[in-house]
């Protein structure tokens, strides 16, 4: 049987899509050159080589997680780092911490959106994973995605409600 997705959780695609979008072409001059949807139908989410989640709480809950390719990544941090002189024993740590700083960004514009209610939203700490293989969709948990292919690389935009299925480290809740 198929899983529905209710009125929050569309509301925060919404939300996110639309940050996502407005950030990647305005602030990053990325433009997505296609787009594709996968909703409610995943029992596994592929991730990509650098995933930052986002746990998102108040009147809408759900974890998002942006899952970045490495050469996508590579050109965030190019454009993100312009200018500085990074030691290479340091770009590991600059790249984890771009890809925290954009999801920080996307979902930080997208709280004025969520909070119609007048309830505030909450967003924990971004938590990075890099090369982390793929998660399984437990039982009675929604996978969402959106794929964006730019000319650098693809991004995935994930949506897992409900968040508390998954504990701090993303490991399944029992």
Do not use: W
Not at 75 to 91: K, M, N, R, V
Not at 99 to 114: D, S, Y
Request: proline share 5%; with cysteine.
């Amino acid at each position: 049987m198929s899983e529905q997705l209710d009125d929050s959780v569309v509301r925060v695609c919404d939300a996110v899509i639309s940050a996502t979008t407005s950030h990647f072409l305005i602030s990053l001059k990325i433009k997505f050159l296609s787009t594709s949807t996968n909703f409610g139908e995943i029992d596994e989410l592929k991730l990509r080589n650098l995933t930052a989640v986002i746990g998102v709480s108040g009147p809408v809950r759900a974890l998002v997680a942006f899952s970045f390719d490495m050469d996508l990544a590579n050109h965030l941090l190019a454009i993100e780092t312009e200018g500085l002189d990074i030691p290479s024993d340091e770009q590991v740590f600059y790249r984890l911490d771009m890809i925290a700083e954009t999801v920080n960004l996307v979902l930080g514009h997208c709280t004025k959106n969520l909070a119609v209610t007048g309830q505030p939203i909450g967003l924990t700490p971004p938590i990075v994973l890099e090369d982390a293989g793929s998660l399984r969709r437990p039982k009675g948990a929604i996978f969402s995605s959106i794929s964006h292919n730019t000319s650098y690389g693809v991004l995935d935009v994930v949506f897992i409600t409900p968040p508390d299925l998954y504990g701090e480290n993303l490991s399944i809740s029992e």
